[in-house]
């Protein structure tokens, strides 16, 4: 396994398995984005504007999701549906 400023190059799922903690927030964050799209906040579609592929998930309040873009660091709030 190499690593890159001190960064492994292991996935989330290979994380999670080890870390219960990564595996909460791993399927928080991907009921987030599913909620998103549903919502219309964030798309499927990798040629719109605001495709799912492009934003990082941060995290939630009581009543929204919060992404941050990850190429021009803008964040964003979708309503939960």
Do not use: C
């Amino acid at each position: 396994m190499t690593t890159q400023n001190n960064i492994t190059n292991e996935t989330i799922v290979d994380r999670s398995r080890r870390d219960p903690e990564i595996a909460v927030h791993a399927a928080i964050a991907k009921a987030a984005f599913k909620s998103a799209i549903l919502a219309g906040g964030l798309s499927r579609d990798p040629w719109r504007k605001n495709y799912a592929g492009n934003y990082m998930y941060m995290h939630s309040t009581d009543r929204y999701d919060h992404f941050k873009n990850i190429i021009t660091r803008r964040y964003l709030q979708v309503e939960r549906s």
